[in-house]
């Protein structure tokens, strides 16, 4: 708020949580086509955390864009972690697990990394691997270890938040703005860019991280 109490109109730049999963949705029903997976064995385990508005429209994000490509609801479940954290998140997809025994091959997401490595982490115990299982995390590069093992996993890739933009691009409107008088836009909101174990020290260098 100014001095006069009332709310001041500032520009503001962000993440777009949405937009984000929205683009995790699309790699993950991309690459189901892509391996020719058949629906009748196939399901999408989504490791939630609602109480945090923000990370849920991650997972609603994603949700809304697998269901939008033809992906049905009904296949997509839920499994809540306690804690945004690898350990939570591995008892949240054991349960997920015990409950559909009946699926083959997983479409795996999450708010962030670690959510999608606990998930990973449950069904390599139950005997799923690279083959049966596609996992695409969000982050800034915590799941890159996964990629540096030799053997492939079920972590297929990750939507990268690249903290270098926000903080160069912030400076940068605010030096025009004061040096020029050229004010920012009033909203910008920003996505991540997808990583494979193919591509993303490529990306990793380009992002800065």
């Known amino acids: 708020m100014g001095s006069d109490g009332k709310f001041m109109d500032v520009p503001y730049m962000g993440l777009s949580a949405k937009a984000i999963g929205r683009s995790v949705g699309k790699a993950l029903y991309a690459e189901f086509q ?8 196939t399901a999408a385990c989504a490791i939630t955390f609602d109480e945090l508005n923000t990370v849920k429209e991650r997972t609603d994000g994603t949700t809304e864009a697998l269901i939008e490509a033809g992906f049905p609801k009904e296949r997509i479940y839920r499994a809540a972690e306690k804690t945004t954290d690898v350990p939570s998140a591995l008892d949240a997809a054991n349960v997920a697990l015990t409950q559909h025994s009946d699926v083959k091959r997983w479409l795996v997401f ?71 008088g050229v004010a920012p836009p009033k909203d910008t909101r920003t996505s991540g860019i997808l990583a494979t174990r193919a591509n993303y020290k490529q990306v990793a260098k380009e992002l800065g991280l």
């Open 34 to 41: 892509r391996r020719k997976w058949s629906l009748a064995d």
């Open 110 to 180: 999450s708010v962030n990394d670690e959510g999608v490595l606990g998930a990973i982490r449950a069904m390599e115990g139950r005997g799923f691997g690279a083959d049966t299982v596609v996992g695409i995390g969000i982050g800034a590069g915590t799941g890159f270890t996964e990629f540096e093992k030799e053997k492939p996993t079920g972590y297929f890739a990750t939507c990268i938040i690249s903290p270098k933009r926000h903080g160069y691009e912030t400076t940068e409107y605010l030096y025009k703005w004061i040096k020029d």
